[in-house]
Structures are given as structure tokens and as C-alpha cells.
């Protein structure tokens, strides 16, 4: 059974830093795309950053650009994501999800597994 858990958010002041950490168990994610995602109260679900476990291509949003870094821990079963000069507006609860696709997707609906999420709130 696929299992990711989140963990690293919490509460920071604007201009601060947090690492989210996502923990994958259950299978070899050698061929799956990661990714994070985040859903702010009364938004939908929205892109943050992806990367290959194999390739370590990375692909980000527009608005986290220069300010997070999506990366793999050594072991390959560790997803990170450093965020950076945080915002008030990057307030949300983060996801980390695991894709069977090879090619990049920002598109939640394709990604197969999904985490509980973590809370990041950013105080201005």
C-alpha cells in the first residue's frame, strides 16, 4: 500500500523559511513523477513544484519561482520542498502526491497518491 506523509509545516512570520518533508513507502517510486501541491481555504487545488525521482527535472509555479526548491533525499524516498522568503499569500495546507506519468503534469487529477497535507501559515 502507497503511503506518503507530510511533515514540516507550521507557522512562520512573511519573509521567513520552512522544509516540508514527504516520507514515501510502499513501492519503488523510481519511475514516478513527485510533486507538490497546496489548497488555501475556499481555493482550489493548486500547483506548487514537481520533479522525476530518476532525472531530478524540476518544473515550478510561476508564484513560487526563485523561492522554493523541490528536491529528493538520497535514500529516494524522501521528498522535499524548501520554501523560502515565504509570503502571506503562500498560506495553505501543502500536499505531496506521487504520479505514474513520465511527463510533466501540473494537473492534481493526475496524480495517483496523494498525502494528508501539512499546514503553512504565513503571518504578515
Known amino acids: 500500500q502507497v503511503q506518503l506523509v507530510e511533515s514540516g509545516g507550521g507557522l512562520v512570520q512573511a519573509g521567513g523559511s520552512l522544509r516540508l518533508s514527504c516520507a514515501a513507502s510502499?513501492?519503488?517510486?523510481?519511475?514516478?513523477?513527485m510533486g507538490w501541491f497546496r489548497q488555501a481555504p475556499g481555493k482550489e487545488r493548486e500547483f506548487v513544484a514537481s520533479?522525476?525521482?530518476?532525472?531530478?527535472?524540476?518544473y515550478y509555479a510561476d508564484s513560487v519561482k526563485g523561492r522554493f526548491t523541490i528536491s529528493r533525499g538520497n535514500a529516494k524516498n524522501t521528498l522535499y520542498l524548501q520554501m523560502n522568503s515565504l509570503k502571506p499569500e503562500d498560506t495553505a495546507v501543502y500536499y505531496c502526491?506521487?504520479?505514474?506519468?513520465?511527463?510533466?503534469?501540473?494537473?492534481?487529477?493526475?496524480?495517483?497518491?496523494w498525502g494528508q497535507g501539512t499546514q503553512v501559515t504565513v503571518s504578515s
Open positions: 502526491a506521487a504520479s505514474t506519468l513520465t511527463r510533466f503534469s501540473a494537473y492534481a487529477d493526475e496524480y495517483d497518491y
Open positions: 510502499g513501492r519503488t517510486f523510481s519511475n514516478y513523477r
Open positions: 520533479i522525476t525521482w530518476s532525472g531530478g527535472s524540476t
